[in-house]
């Protein structure tokens, strides 16, 4: 089991920034990677940024420049760094971890989400 708690949401203007936390606990050392989702009213749940044991990142188009994923692997974090926000970044976010089950499937833990609203 893998237990992740997030903080950081708010309300911003357009243009501001905001740093999202996970922070996991259980069993960590299964994780196999770690990232940050979002839905909007009415949308599916889409990933926003991804970061493997090893540190490799990878970002949705949308938010390439603007966002970066780090991990702090000593105290179990994960981080979402936010600038110049866009009011079409306003949604739900959830950060998820995966961890592997049988050989070639993963397993995914969701955090409760976290809401992010971006003024115009």
């Known amino acids: 089991q893998v237990q992740l708690v997030e903080s950081g949401g708010g309300l911003v203007q357009a243009g501001g920034s905001l740093r999202l936390s996970c922070a996991a606990s259980g069993s960590i050392f299964s994780v196999n990677a770690m990232g940050w989702y979002r839905q909007a009213p009415g949308k599916q749940r889409d990933l926003v940024a991804g970061i493997t044991s090893g540190g490799s990142t990878n970002y949705a188009d949308s938010v390439k420049g603007r966002f970066t994923i780090s991990r702090d692997n000593a105290k179990n974090t994960v981080y979402l760094q936010m600038n110049s926000l866009k009011p079409e970044d306003t949604a739900v976010y959830y950060c998820?971890?995966?961890?592997?089950?049988?050989?070639?499937?993963?397993?995914?833990?969701w955090g409760q989400g976290t809401q992010v609203t971006v003024s115009s």
């Open positions: 998820n971890a995966k961890v592997p089950t049988i050989p070639g499937s993963l397993y995914n833990y």
